[in-house]
């Protein structure tokens, strides 16, 4: 609560007037966890959002042109996944813009949400459309102290109409991911939610 107070001029959620609700992953793509979200979200019909860590397209980029064949929207989340609140402003740009060159999109979601206003400025300075994208539930997939069923539970407890839900494909988070994804999918779905990119 306290960041969107801090940070109203990014997006915190989208529309609460439409059952609708926005999946986005972030850190990939990676061999095996990225494939399996891709697997889920062909079988449930459903399309999202990756923040891909450009050193992962870089590393995979058989797999980033899958993200793309497959009709879902990707964003940049940096070259190498900095933490904007301990990495100086010339240094953030310089990567952001490294991931920004492979991926030409106007959507970006700093690791770990933390940015600092100066941050803030220069990317709408340089990119006046970039839309910087934070979120109003967290699976807490990346949590290694969290169950499975945790994770399941953070999402369908806190999503409402225009949700903007995280989760990770990553590895760290695979064995909560492979639990909560296609549940909570199928919750949102059964509860009358469309899925959208963002």
């Known amino acids: ?5 801090y940070y109203p001029s990014l997006t915190w959620h989208k529309s609460r007037d439409e059952k609708a609700i926005y999946l986005t992953f972030d850190d990939g793509p990676i061999p095996d966890v990225t494939e399996f979200v891709l697997k889920t979200l062909k079988d449930q019909q459903v399309k999202a959002t990756f923040f891909c860590i450009g050193d992962n397209i870089r590393k995979h980029p058989d797999l980033y042109q899958q993200v793309l064949d497959e009709g879902h929207q990707v964003g940049n989340h940096t070259y190498n996944h900095l933490k904007g609140w301990k990495t100086d402003d010339a240094t953030y740009m310089d990567n952001f813009e490294q991931c920004q060159q492979l991926t030409g999109t106007d959507l970006f979601r700093p690791p770990y949400g933390r940015i600092k206003k100066s941050q803030v400025r ?45 989760f990770h494909d990553s590895l760290k988070a695979f064995e909560r991911l492979q639990y909560a994804l296609p549940r909570s999918i199928a919750d949102l779905k059964s509860n009358g939610y469309q899925f959208r990119t963002l």
């Open 122 to 166: 220069k990317i709408k300075a340089r990119y006046p459309e970039m839309k910087i994208i934070m979120w109003d539930v967290l699976s807490g997939d990346f949590d290694l102290q969290l169950s499975p069923e945790s994770c399941y539970h953070n999402v369908n407890k806190y999503v409402e109409n225009g949700s903007i839900i995280v």
């Open 1 to 5: 609560m306290l960041l969107k107070w």
